[in-house]
């Protein structure tokens, strides 16, 4: 996936916007962030933390966590390593953890 293709993935999503800049676009639920483009090819992802562990361990090539991001529910995903399926997961994964009814 390319950045283009996670906006278009996010946004076929009910209520899921986009915000941020052109250079640094986000998206959010009612305001809650599923993911944030950091630069051309790094994208933060909200994500639970069994989840994030998972996608670490299985893909170490492009999920990862900085120090900074340790404590909170994120993962940051590199888009250059182009694994389409798993990004799909954690994306769906952080939507669906913001959508509350």
Known sequence: MDAEQVGTFLEAMPR???KGSADRPAWYVDNRLVAR???FDTLTIRCARELRDELTAAHPET???TPRM???DKVQASLAHRNDAALRRALAAAYSMQVRD
């Open 63 to 65: 999920f990862g966590v």
């Open 70 to 72: 340790e404590a909170h």
């Open 37 to 39: 483009l950091e630069d």
């Open 16 to 18: 899921c916007r986009r």
